[in-house]
């Protein structure tokens, strides 16, 4: 077997060898670290189910979108006890601060490629989104509406098509003014429109007439009302002495205020009168109560006379 | 009823191969260095060439369907397109087929002259089996060159999507992690490992089984190799059509 004459083997083929196979060694391996890398398999995530009537187009691996960025993954999809799909999405906690408590989430189809979620947060300060949270996605569906949007085109291009074929309100509203311009058409009518375009020049020029008269009638009001010794001119006079009035009124009003305070004092002293009253009458009970007990004290004392009878005096 | 016979003949010689292949006397220092030369052969002189011949076909297609893709507002799917077909299908394809071309036909040659000559009778009346010394090491050899040349050359075509997509700036790292990360799932990444070894036996196993056929008669070495060659076609396009079937149908 001499077969190396024609194929020439080099002396460090063991090093080449060696150095391709693990040069494919340490590719293949990088690859499948970056691999898990993009799958998130270093990354710590917080789950988020999505409930939605179906889930029709929704595949696993798809993004969830916030702003056009992605940052959350389809995990799982499944049918849930109630019948409704359950679209399970891994989301990086880095990127959970973007979905709030009050966040939307919302499953579109397009006419070409599949399904988008999307989530809305209106309002960034709200509460974040915890971990295992369940959300109704609400739906929009192109592929749904069209087939409506057909249906009320196809109603409204009837209507047009009824408005506007033989037999149709356009098509008589037309005949009719076709009828009423044929009735023109004489010379006759002719003559008639020519005297009604007279009667209506001579009205216009009674008219101008009378706009003419309306600027002197205007004019003279102007002098009556603004001129000297005019309306506005006597009003104005009328309020000087109003004025005047008002300030007589306001100097007898100081004096009613003086004459009040006056009254006040006057009841205040009628108020420390009635407080010594009471006084008054406190002393002359204590009063009484001594002399009763003086009474007492004699009837007491005096043996022979039984007549309790005290005089006073 | 003949390509029923060889056909057969085939999948026993690779059962043989396995059975020896799992023996410890298979692995000594001459079937070391016979593997390293057919290693050496297939695959590190042809290195250079063939990574270049893959990175410019996939660069025409992978542009091709990115400005395709764009015309029909279709970017976003460009690029997992292009992983799918370029990267996952056709880069390990055309390894193993310019494998087979090159080294499965030079082992299927030599295999039917070894058995023209009576060389591996005269091993076998040495006592020496001739599948330990002389065909393992081949087949060994095959599936690591097979396996080395499609792990470099997609890993050039992987970088060449990224620079035809988003060209040489930083900022498309996150969105080409999200797709590769949507390509590359687990049961992918296992698949295309699979094939890859499947491609890699088959491109050394077949030749060997189809040299064995060559008799004294020497009419009978350029039938061996024609017929050992239309099967390695056979076989890789089945492989590659198996595989297309559990991913996608």
Redesign the interface.
């Known amino acids: ?1 001499d ?1 190396e004459e024609y ?1 020439r ?2 002396k460090n ?2 090093f ?2 060696g150095l ?2 693990g ?2 060694i340490m ?2 391996a990088g ?2 670290i ?2 898990l ?4 398999v270093f990354e710590a995530t917080q789950r988020l189910t999505l409930v939605a009537d179906n889930a029709e187009g929704v595949s696993i ?1 798809m ?1 969830l979108t916030f702003s056009g960025f ?1 940052i959350g ?1 389809v995990q799982r999809i499944a049918l849930g006890e109630d019948g409704r799909a359950r679209i399970e999405v891994d989301i990086p906690r880095k990127d959970a601060r973007w979905l709030r408590n009050s966040s939307i989430f919302t499953l579109e189809r397009g006419i ?2 599949g399904a988008r979620i999307r989530a809305f947060t209106a309002n960034l300060q709200d509460d974040p989104l915890p971990d295992g949270a369940e959300r109704i996605v609400l739906r929009g569906d192109t592929q749904e509406e069209i087939p409506r949007m057909v249906a009320t085109l196809r109603s409204v291009l009837e209507n047009v098509e009824q408005v506007t074929g033989p037999g149709g309100s356009l098509q008589a509203s037309l005949d009719n003014l076709r009828g009423l311009t044929e009735q023109f058409g004489g010379k006759e009518d002719a003559r008639k429109l020519g005297a009604v375009l007279d009667r209506a020049n001579a009205l216009l020029v009674s008219l101008g007439g009378l706009s003419r008269r309306m600027d002197g009638v205007v004019a003279k009001t102007d002098r009556r009302m603004f001129g000297a010794d005019g309306v506005v001119d006597g009003t104005q006079r009328a309020v000087d002495q109003a004025n005047v009035i008002l300030g007589e009124l306001r100097e007898s009003l100081k004096r009613v205020d003086r004459i009040l305070a006056d009254a006040q004092s006057v009841s205040g002293n009628a108020k420390a009168a009635t407080q010594d009253l009471a006084q008054l009458r406190a002393e002359v009970d204590a009063s009484l109560r001594k002399v009763s007990g003086l009474i007492d004290e004699i009837n007491r004392k005096w043996p022979f006379k039984r007549d309790s009878e005290i005089r006073l005096p | 009823m003949s390509w029923l016979r060889a056909w057969g003949r085939a999948l026993l010689f690779a059962f043989t191969a396995a059975a020896a292949a799992l023996s410890f006397s298979a692995y000594t220092a001459r079937t070391r260095s016979l593997a390293m030369r057919q290693v050496y052969f297939a695959a590190w002189q042809v290195l250079p060439g063939f990574t270049l011949f893959a990175a410019l076909l996939s660069w025409v297609v992978i542009q091709i369907t990115v400005s395709l893709a764009r015309e029909y507002n279709l970017a976003q799917f460009a690029l997992e397109l292009a992983m799918r077909v370029v990267v996952l299908e056709l880069v390990p394809l055309l390894t193993a087929l310019y494998v087979a071309l090159r080294s499965g036909a030079a082992i299927v040659t030599e295999v039917a002259v070894m058995a023209h000559n009576g060389e591996l009778d005269e091993l076998r009346s040495a006592n020496i089996d001739p599948y330990e010394r002389e065909f393992v090491p081949r087949i060994a050899a095959a599936a690591m060159s097979v396996f080395a040349l499609t792990v470099v050359s997609c890993f050039v075509v992987i970088l060449i999507a990224y620079l035809v997509m988003y060209g040489a700036s930083p900022w498309g790292f996150s969105e080409y992690t999200r797709t590769v990360a949507l390509v590359f799932s687990p049961g992918e990444l296992g698949g295309f490992l699979l094939k890859c070894v499947a491609f890699g036996v088959v491109v050394a196993v077949i030749p060997i089984a189809a040299g064995l056929d060559a008799t004294k008669d020497p009419r009978s070495v350029p039938v061996a190799v024609m017929g050992g060659m239309v099967r390695l076609f056979v076989a890789l396009a089945a492989i590659e059509l198996v595989n297309l079937a559990v991913k996608y149908v």
Do not use: I, K, S, W
Request: hydrophobic share 50%; charged share 15%; net charge positive.
């Open positions: 077997m077969r194929t083997v080099p083929l063991q080449r060898v391709l196979l040069l494919t590719v293949a690859f499948l970056y691999a890398y993009a799958r998130g691996g993004d992605p993954r070409v490629g």
